[in-house]
């Protein structure tokens, strides 16, 4: 059941973000904006959050990179590794992605009612607590 609904959340967010202007990604790339973000985690610190490859990272990554939406610098804390940053341009799409997330729950509060939707975020919260 949460699959369903996840889904829902996906296809919502990117809709809005393809609607805003940003054609030249798909939903895959989208997908990696999680909480807290891109911004300052090494490439493989991201494909174990998402559960896919570090080659799979890359490839979204380089895509990204290539149409200026971060970059891959050198970590200061180990100069082998790299760390993403998002530019001005990812940190705008990051803002897009994360109001049209903010808009999809919103929607769930309203097919829900507030008793109700309390209640979900209330064991989302204690789920998330208890998982991690």
Known sequence: MLRVVWQWVRDQ?????VA?????LN????????????DGIRPSQLADHAGITKQSIN???GHLEGHGYLER???????RARVI????KGQRLADTI???A??????????????????LHDSLELLTELLN
Not at 13 to 17: D, H, L, M, S, T
């Open 13 to 17: 967010v990117y809709a809005g973000v």
């Open 98 to 100: 994360y109001a049209e």
């Open 59 to 61: 490839d979204l990554l």
């Open 85 to 88: 940053r998002l530019t001005p």
């Open 27 to 38: 939903a895959a790339h989208v997908g990696l904006w999680r909480y807290p973000g891109l």
């Open 20 to 24: 805003a202007g940003y054609d030249d």
């Open 73 to 79: 610098v050198p970590d200061s804390a180990d100069g």
């Open 102 to 119: 903010g808009a999809a729950q919103q929607r769930i509060a309203e097919i829900l009612g507030p008793r109700r939707f309390a209640q």
